[in-house]
């Protein structure tokens, strides 16, 4: 057993409970949905039944535009929750992502808390590796680990705000875009890069649009903070940094907003962080976003009603999802991309901004 076993697999641990149960979101700053207004129709002339949620996403048809978003892997209690949301996707037609792949390359024995194809036959999976990880590791060692799950994209994740707090974490973070360049070249897979809560701002998205990569998870903050995470976790010193940076990021109403206006286009844009409901959902897809992740209202739903409990939450969400599509007249995710709708607040500069940079870029 490799003796970075023990720490990975407790850090695992601690961050499923502290998601579940702790006070680990932003304590000021929001996702900037509350800045966004759906334009009622009146008339929408449709038919609630004929309002169509699938969409195909890294060429896989969902059923709607949700993924059960990347939350966990490396212990037996992970295993017991990817399995259940595993089955929740393929029943109800989501995608589904899996945590961090990391503990697989420390310890072999982990990998079978990230195995969900048994439960999960057709459901769009992603994989998940951090950049840091990915930067050390030939093509090749990633390609095995992203079959060895039966992925069908693989997530690149970039933490540095995260890893800065958390014991022991990563401060290195040279050579991340010539990685991924790399890897958009070499993996036979989708590359989606992806924030952890703090979200893609506008430099970041055009040097990820530039080096090649076509499919962006925004992770933006308001929801989850993985810098409170870690700093619940931390000694004293890395503490007092995590609280200064605990309401780090860039909102992932205005993460989704920038990506849209990104060029080259990318050609898929996923919004997590903090997307609680279906009224969410359906503001995101109206910014720009192809669909839409939950995680952490997942796993909490799971904790508190185990499946059964999660399946509701989610039908609630897909429920709430169709609602908004039938009130703004949007027959399919296509028409509610480009449904009309009010920016207003903070979310009105950030639009500004994007705007702004997209023209300067003609």
Known sequence: ????????????????????????????????FEDVELMHDALP????????????????????????AAMTGG??????INLALAEIAEERGY???????????????????????????????????????????????LAELSARVGADAMCV???????????????????????????????PWPIVV??????????????????????VDVSGAGGTSWVA????????????????FRDWGVPTAASVA????????????????GVSSGLDVAKALALGAHAAGLARPVLKAYMAGGKAGATRFLQEVESELRAAMLLVGARNVAAMRKAPHLVTGRLRRYVKLARKLESDER
């Open 1 to 32: 057993m490799s003796n970075d076993s023990l720490p990975i697999a407790q850090r695992k641990a601690d961050h499923i409970e502290l998601c579940a149960t702790g006070d680990v979101g932003f304590r000021d700053k929001t996702t900037l």
């Open 95 to 141: 995608g589904f992502g899996l945590g961090s792949q990391r503990a697989m390359l420390l310890v072999e024995e982990k990998s079978p808390t990230y195995s969900v194809r048994d439960v999960a036959p057709s459901t769009l999976v992603l994989g998940n590796i951090g950049a840091v990880q990915a930067r050390s590791l030939p093509t090749e060692a």
């Open 157 to 187: 994740h970039l933490n540095p705000a995260m890893e800065i707090i958390q014991p022991g974490g990563d401060r290195d973070f040279e050579g991340i875009l010539t990685t991924l360049e790399r890897l958009v070249r070499e993996l």
């Open 75 to 80: 212990t037996e209690r992970a295993r017991e």
């Open 229 to 244: 995470v870690e700093t619940a976790r931390a000694e004293a010193d890395a503490r007092t940094l995590g609280e200064a």
């Open 258 to 273: 920038i990506a849209r206006r990104t060029k080259p286009r990318f050609k898929t844009i996923i919004a997590t962080g």
């Open 45 to 68: 002339e449709l038919s609630l039944d004929a309002v169509d949620t699938s969409v195909v996403l890294l060429d896989k048809r969902l059923r709607a535009p949700i993924l059960i």
């Open 194 to 215: 992806k924030e952890t809560g703090c979200g893609i701002g506008p430099s970041t998205a055009a040097r990820l649009a530039k080096s090649g990569i076509r499919h």
